[in-house]
């Protein structure tokens, strides 16, 4: 091999580590990047302003890497749902707040995942940003989300093979938001039959486009086993909170939107956005 050819290799595989396990930051009990008294405060914001809101049942997103090193496009790097819940304390005092409901991907396995239920503290501790962004769906729609979790539904659409960049038009692989996206299609066509989720995805969600080349692609998949492109044909796409904010939006299924600043306040209001109305999404 020639140092020219090596040397293109190198860059390759670097610049898709950095922009691809930057996409990921979907695991638990990553490493603070900021002050513990400042992830508290935030977490608080946050659940603050959903219980203002009247959410019971909303989407949750974080920034797990710098901005600059994400794919053009891509926002946040991990998405979960947050249930308004009954916690018990360490010392047994029972209290209010938010439990998240999180498919993470396994730290010694990178091509795993599993589901792993944390609060907005835990959920927030390895944040390259205190920035969150908040999805509030209808009252029907979080009745049903909190009635797929309670009753373990939510388990029966977890697929435990992970891909950072999975095809969410098909059954193959599942990352994090994807679960989520399953979770809500689930609500909304209050079914878990993969084969009639994975059908109306195709007919009325549309996925956020990976800007990144096939080269870069081939090398990740030679070298990181969460990097695949086995469940893709033609241009690699993949669902992320900004595609799943404006999937909502366009059939009136979510009352808001929005990304939050590290002091609780509304940065941007996504429904803000213009979509074009194409009708309800039906059963298929």
């Keep these: 091999m020639n140092m020219h050819f ?31 008294e400042q992830i508290v405060s935030f977490a608080k914001n946050v659940e603050k302003y959903a219980a203002g809101q009247g959410a019971r049942a909303f989407v949750i997103a974080r920034v797990g890497r710098p901005q600059k090193d994400l794919p053009r496009g891509i926002r946040f790097t991990h998405t979960a749902v947050a249930l308004y819940s009954d916690i018990t304390l360490d010392d047994g005092e029972l209290v209010k707040g938010y439990a998240i409901y999180n498919l993470y991907q396994k ?31 209808t009252q029907e ?20 093979n992970y891909s950072v960049i999975a095809n969410p038009m098909n059954a193959q692989l599942q990352n994090c938001t994807e679960h989520t996206l399953d979770m809500l299609n689930a609500a909304i066509y209050q079914t878990v039959d993969i084969a009639k989720l994975k059908a109306n995805t195709k007919a009325y969600f549309t996925p956020q486009r990976v800007h990144t080349s096939r080269v870069k692609l081939m090398f990740g998949s030679m070298l990181q086993d969460d990097i695949t492109t086995k469940d893709h044909t033609g241009k690699v796409a993949t669902s992320t909170f900004t595609s799943i904010a404006q999937y909502l939006a366009k059939y009136d299924l979510a009352s808001q939107s929005v990304i939050l600043g590290s002091n609780g306040q509304v940065l941007e209001a996504m429904t803000d956005l213009t979509f074009q109305s194409i009708g309800a999404p039906t059963k298929s």
């Design 107 to 137: 730290a010694d396995q990178l091509n795993q995942s599993q589901l792993i239920t944390d609060y907005p503290a835990d959920f927030f501790w390895g944040a390259d940003q205190l920035t969150a962004g908040i999805i509030v769906p």
């Design 6 to 36: 090596k040397h293109l290799l190198s860059a390759a595989v670097l610049a898709l580590t950095i922009s691809f396990n930057a996409t990921a930051g979907s695991q638990a009990k990553q490493t603070a990047t900021h002050k513990p």
């Design 141 to 160: 729609i979080q009745t049903r989300l909190i009635d797929i979790i309670t009753t373990g539904k939510n388990q029966q659409l977890h697929n435990n």
